[in-house]
């Protein structure tokens, strides 16, 4: 998907059944969301969603984006929480996953949010040297944390020492 544009956005009602279905994509079941959670997480009281568009090329000449990933947040006081970040198979390796996080990541750090922490999967290594490369830290491991019973990283990024980075 190289050359190809993303614009973000806010969350619209209408977006909720194409974020289910790329969420069911992007993880295995006992990790992917039912279409309540994620209901739920995007209604969550301080927390918002980002949603990314792209022009792919048969849509571009009908004008009409469509949607190639998406990023859940909340901010809690002074620790923000990434929820979920799911890019689709096709849409990965563009840059998309990084600007969602950064995105996310000065949102939050505008709600006054200190610093920022997530989840991901023991055995999603591409998501480790993602969230590595995107300065994210280990904290800690908690057994047993996904219904299917996998292990979670928990792994945590200090967004003021970014902020004065830049």
Same mark, same amino acid.
């Given at each position: 998907?190289?050359?190809?544009?993303?614009?973000?956005?806010?969350?619209?009602?209408?977006?909720?059944?194409?974020?289910?279905?790329?969420?069911?994509?992007?993880?295995?079941?006992?990790?992917?969301?039912?279409?309540?959670?994620?209901?739920?997480?995007?209604?969550?009281?301080?927390?918002?969603?980002?949603?990314?568009?792209?022009?792919?090329?048969?849509?571009?000449?009908?004008?009409?984006?469509?949607?190639?990933?998406?990023?859940?947040?909340?901010?809690?006081?002074?620790?923000? =929480?990434?929820?979920?970040?799911?890019?689709?198979?096709?849409?990965?390796?563009?840059?998309?996953?990084?600007?969602?996080?950064?995105?996310?990541?000065?949102?939050?750090?505008?709600?006054?949010? =200190?610093?920022?922490?997530?989840?991901?999967?023991?055995?999603?290594?591409?998501?480790?040297?993602?969230?590595?490369?995107?300065?994210?830290? =280990?904290?800690?491991?908690?057994?047993?944390?996904?219904s299917n019973g996998?292990?979670?990283?928990?792994?945590?990024?200090?967004?003021?020492?970014?902020?004065?980075?830049?």
């Amino acid at each position: 998907m190289g050359g190809v544009n993303f614009s973000l956005r806010d969350f619209r009602r209408q977006d909720l059944e194409t974020l289910w279905r790329i969420d069911q994509a992007c993880f295995a079941p006992g990790i992917a969301y039912s279409r309540r959670e994620l209901a739920g997480f995007i209604r969550l009281w301080r927390s918002f969603t980002l949603v990314a568009e792209t022009m792919a090329n048969g849509a571009q000449a009908a004008g009409s984006p469509e949607i190639a990933g998406f990023l859940i947040a909340e901010a809690r006081t002074t620790t923000g =929480h990434i929820i979920t970040i799911d890019v689709l198979p096709a849409a990965r390796r563009a840059g998309l996953g990084s600007q969602l996080l950064e995105a996310a990541e000065n949102r939050l750090l505008t709600a006054g949010c =200190h610093m920022v922490y997530l989840e991901t999967a023991a055995d999603n290594l591409a998501a480790q040297a993602f969230y590595q490369r995107q300065g994210y830290a =280990h904290l800690k491991t908690v057994p047993g944390y996904y219904s299917n019973g996998m292990d979670a990283l928990i792994l945590a990024k200090d967004l003021l020492s970014r902020a004065q980075a830049s």
